[in-house]
């Protein structure tokens, strides 16, 4: 089966940028029909989707997000990445990836989400 495993550091200061990681094993992101998605949950609150890059490499992004967000990815280590600059407390939340099946319009698999807290 497909794994996903989100990394990165757990504590990011203020105005700095956070960075993590998904490794993906079991099949490439490369494979047609697929989104791979980064969703977060602040404390208390609902799932927010954040983005997503296809398997050829375009990337779409919650417009709130937009200017501070950045995916790309690294086929051959098979792996994408978050970038969010400029974060504050707010930005505070475990933080997932996951995939979606375009045609199924499903999250089939999820990585187990990673808690990263803004703190100075």
């Known amino acids: 089966q497909v794994q996903l495993q989100e990394s990165g550091p757990g504590l990011v200061k203020p105005s700095q940028t956070l960075s993590l990681t998904c490794s993906v094993s079991?099949?490439?992101?490369?494979?047609?029909?697929?989104?791979w998605i980064w969703i977060r949950q602040p404390p208390g609150k609902g799932l927010e989707w954040m983005g997503a890059i296809t398997h050829s490499g375009s990337t779409y992004y919650d417009p709130s997000l937009k200017s501070r967000t950045s995916i790309s990815r690294d086929t051959s280590k098979n792996q994408f990445t978050l970038q969010l600059s400029s974060v504050t407390p707010e930005d505070t939340a475990v933080y997932y990836c996951?995939?979606?099946?375009?045609?199924?319009?499903?999250?089939?698999?999820w990585g187990q989400g990673t808690q990263v807290t803004v703190s100075s």
């Open positions: 996951a995939r979606k099946s375009y045609s199924l319009g499903v999250y089939d698999y």
């Open positions: 079991g099949d490439s992101i490369t494979t047609n029909d697929y989104y």
